[in-house]
């Protein structure tokens, strides 16, 4: 899926070690950040910290209860019900949040949520 959009305008598509010893992308800053399927707490403020004022983060991974469905099953892996809610409380504009069980691709429970960096939305990006 990351293949079809290199080379799109405005999109930057790399691949990291996102729990490396260095956070590979310290000083740098973004207008979206896309995370699917990955929890890594020690990183989640570090990750956070990469959107400018105003930028989206679409943030999607798995929570308590997935465990049923089969991996992940630790609760390393796994999101507290309402965690992400509660990690966007201060200084973010909740614009759409989800959190169950869902079918496809595969039976799952997720939570969803997409925010925007900043206290108060004027307008959507």
């Known amino acids: 899926a990351l293949d079809r959009l290199q080379g799109l305008t405005g999109v930057r598509v790399r691949e990291l070690d996102l729990e490396a010893d260095t956070w590979p992308l310290a000083g740098e800053r973004y207008d979206a950040v896309v ?13 956070l910290a990469l959107l400018q004022t105003g930028g989206v983060l679409i943030y999607e991974t798995f929570m308590v209860g997935n465990e049923r469905f089969g991996k992940p099953s630790s609760p390393a892996f796994l999101l507290q019900p309402g ?29 969803r949520v997409c925010a925007v960096k900043g206290s108060r939305i004027s307008r959507l990006p």
Do not use: C, I, K
Request: charged letters at 25%; proline letters at 7%.
């Open 83 to 111: 965690e992400l809610l509660e990690r966007l409380r201060d200084g973010w504009s909740v614009v759409a949040f989800e959190q169950g069980e869902v079918v496809a691709p595969r039976p799952a429970a997720v939570q």
């Open 35 to 47: 995370v699917t399927n990955y929890l890594h707490r020690p990183r989640f403020d570090a990750m």
